[in-house]
């Protein structure tokens, strides 16, 4: 467990990636509402715009910076721009991800290797920039994965093993850095069950039918509230929604049973309707996909 001392919300300058839609916009307007200053990123440049002006005008601060994360240099002007506007960073969640829908052998290698740029590296390149940041000053790294991180689901094996990398990733960092160095930073993994996000929706859809998460689903907020604990008091890890802690504690303790429930999942992530944007936002941002011309709101669904 990290000694490390973490602000009160409102005195906090948060970063979050991932903050045009679902748990990424749940986190930013919670954070905003109680007080942090926050640093919107995500590729949906308008969106991002307009939810900053949201929270503005609602008597918050906010900043959008447009940025794809499985780029650098995107990366580390965030940075740049939130210690510009804020002179300083106290809280990075890593929360960008995308998924594909269809069977591993009929999924590309070229959009296996896209989701893992910025499911995997898109936390790698956000938790190597700020942490030089952070060990001099202290704060918070959160990085979220999934119930999947520890098992898995039929039609998204390329998610559910970025999320298993996004785990052990998170998991050595913390070690080395809270443990074997004892630095003011405290990392945190958050495990979200299926949460109602448009996920689905943003997937690439190699499958014949448009996709959905099998029900119960949690509300963002809460996982956003989850974020936000993690913000203030070091912790190592937080599952969030009672599907979260039965399907990974299955996976642990009984996984050839946990392999057999995870069988029954594959026709329950499919709605009775030919795909609607079976590109999804794997290669381009949210905004810009949507056939009907209107910017992805923050309905749906996310593992």
């Not at 467990?1 to 903050?19: C, D, F, N």
């Not at 002179?87 to 959009?111: F, K």
């Not at 448009?198 to 959905?212: D, G, L, V």
Request: charged content about 25%; hydrophobic content about 35%.
């Amino acid at each position: 467990m990290s000694h490390t001392k973490l602000k009160p919300i409102e005195e906090q300058v948060m970063v979050i990636t991932g903050a045009s839609s679902g748990i990424g916009l749940a986190t930013a307007k919670l954070a905003a509402k109680r007080g942090a200053k926050v640093v919107l990123a995500a590729r949906s440049r308008e969106t991002i715009a307009e939810i900053a002006d949201e929270i503005d005008q609602s008597g918050g601060e906010a900043i959008p910076v447009p940025c794809d994360v499985s780029d650098r240099d995107q990366v580390d002007q965030v940075i740049r721009t939130a210690l510009d506007c804020f002179g300083r960073i106290d809280t990075w969640v890593n929360d960008a991800g995308v998924s594909i829908y269809g069977r591993l052998d009929d999924v590309s290698e070229e959009d296996s290797r896209r989701l893992f740029e910025t499911n995997f590296w898109g936390v790698y390149h956000g938790s190597m920039a700020v942490l030089p940041y952070l060990r001099r000053k202290g704060g918070a790294l959160i990085n979220v994965g999934s119930e999947v991180s520890d098992g898995v689901i039929p039609l998204q094996g390329m998610y559910s093993a970025s999320k298993h990398a996004v785990k052990g990733f998170t998991d050595a960092l913390r070690v080395e850095v809270e443990q074997m160095d004892q630095a003011p930073v405290s990392i945190t993994l958050i495990q979200p069950g299926a949460t109602n996000t448009p996920f689905p929706q943003h997937a690439k859809n190699y499958m014949k039918q448009e996709p959905k998460l099998p029900s119960p689903l949690d509300d963002p907020e809460d996982v956003a509230k989850a974020i936000l604990r993690a913000a203030v008091k070091p912790m190592r890890s937080k599952k969030v929604g009672s599907m979260a802690k039965i399907d990974t504690t299955m996976a642990r303790l009984a996984p050839r049973l946990g392999d057999k429930i995870s069988v029954k999942q594959g026709a329950r992530q499919q709605y009775h309707e030919r795909p609607r944007h079976p590109e999804g936002t794997l290669e381009l941002a949210g905004e810009l996909v949507d056939s009907s011309g209107q910017i992805y709101g923050s309905g749906g669904q996310e593992l």
